[in-house]
């Protein structure tokens, strides 16, 4: 769910908001918060972190662009609401940025929303700079770690305690020894670069596994392998060789 800000110093807008969220994008969008000044705007933003922000063009004596100057890197998508003529939007659009005029249409809404989600569900958006996976790691870390994105920030994870990952076309989903699972919108190919080095190897085109929690391997076309959570994960054939050696290797 993408948590929004309306900043705007209307409040029938803001009402108009709302009301679409409610009755167009339950379940999809919250609004976790509204101000009508760009300072307490600006406040709010700091305080609830919220994933998108939904700002007037005009705000009192100043406009939304004031706000934004704030920021040299901005931490939310931004979609401007504005009440400007036709003929003025040619500049948002020539721009490639995201707005809503105003009256603002509930299809356009919902439409807007949906395009906004599957962006943020992409990049984990942070003014169009990942600053996911901030790999900590270091030539003779002891206990390394990684940091992944989840829905109210970021999680910070001991490589020791994945069991193994396991790929949903672009989403990964995390295993862990406390037999808790994360979710994260990367693909497996970035956790195989990232994991590779400290002791994991990927058996299967949809699964990477921390060699230190393999129980025992059966033998197969490919085989599979059975790990100490008591799951069962097949072995691909092309990587079966491979795979074998690391095993081997393992002291």
């Given at each position: 769910?993408?948590?929004?800000?309306?900043?705007?110093?209307?409040?029938?807008c803001?009402d108009?908001?709302?009301?679409l969220?409610?009755h167009?994008?339950a379940?999809d969008?919250?609004?976790a918060?509204t101000a009508?000044r760009?300072d307490?705007?600006?406040?709010?933003l700091k305080?609830l972190k919220?994933q998108l922000?939904?700002l007037d063009?005009?705000i009192?004596q100043?406009?939304?662009f004031d706000?934004?100057?704030?920021?040299t890197?901005?931490?939310?998508q931004?979609?401007?609401?504005?009440?400007?003529?036709?003929y003025a939007?040619?500049a948002?659009k020539?721009s490639a940025?995201d707005y809503?005029l105003?009256?603002i249409d509930?299809?356009?809404?919902?439409?807007?929303?949906?395009?906004?989600?599957?962006?943020?569900d992409?990049?984990?958006?942070l003014?169009?700079?990942?600053l996911l996976f901030?790999?900590?790691?270091?030539?003779?870390?002891?206990?390394?770690?990684i940091t992944?994105?989840?829905v109210?920030?970021?999680?910070?994870i001991?490589?020791q305690?994945i069991?193994?990952?396991q790929?949903?076309?672009n989403y990964?989903t995390?295993?862990?020894?406390?037999?808790?699972?994360?979710?994260?919108?990367k693909?497996?190919?970035q956790?195989e670069g990232l994991?590779?080095?400290y002791?994991f190897?990927?058996?299967?085109?949809s699964?990477l596994?921390n060699?230190?929690?393999?129980?025992?391997?059966?033998?197969?076309?490919?085989?599979y392998?059975q790990?100490?959570?008591?799951?069962?994960?097949?072995?691909?054939?092309?990587?079966?060789?491979?795979?074998?050696?690391r095993?081997?290797?393992?002291?």
């Open positions: 769910m993408i948590s929004a800000v309306i900043i705007d110093d209307e409040p029938h803001i108009r908001l709302r009301y969220a409610d167009y994008c379940g969008l919250f609004i918060g009508d760009v307490s705007g600006f406040e709010l305080e919220p922000v939904f063009i005009q009192h100043q406009t939304g706000l934004l100057k704030k920021y890197n901005i931490p939310f931004v979609v401007f609401t504005t009440a400007f003529e036709q939007i040619r948002f020539f940025v809503l105003k009256p509930p299809d356009e809404f919902q439409l807007t929303v949906k395009k906004l989600g599957e962006r943020i992409r990049e984990h958006h003014d169009k700079v990942e901030q790999n900590i790691k270091r030539t003779g870390l002891h206990d390394p770690k992944v994105p989840t109210s920030g970021l999680e910070l001991r490589v305690d069991i193994r990952c790929s949903d076309v990964t995390i295993f862990m020894k406390d037999k808790k699972s994360l979710m994260v919108a693909t497996l190919k956790f994991l590779s080095s002791g190897f990927r058996i299967h085109n699964h596994v060699l230190a929690y393999i129980k025992s391997y059966h033998k197969g076309k490919g085989g392998v790990l100490e959570d008591k799951t069962e994960l097949e072995v691909s054939s092309r990587r079966k060789d491979d795979f074998l050696v095993l081997s290797a393992l002291k």
